[in-house]
């Protein structure tokens, strides 16, 4: 099971965009040929306008 690397929450599948979101640290992690790249500088920043998942 894959959790956030920053805050060890729970992550969300955004099929859309093949990202792995966290919503508490508003990262969204890259899926890149298949694989998630855990790793924060590598991470989207979510805006605070921005819906995350299911919101």
Known sequence: ILVCPVTKGPLIF???NNELISKS????YPIRDGIPVMLQEEARKIGPDEKIGTE
């Open 14 to 16: 955004d099929k859309k």
């Open 25 to 28: 640290a508003r990262l969204a």
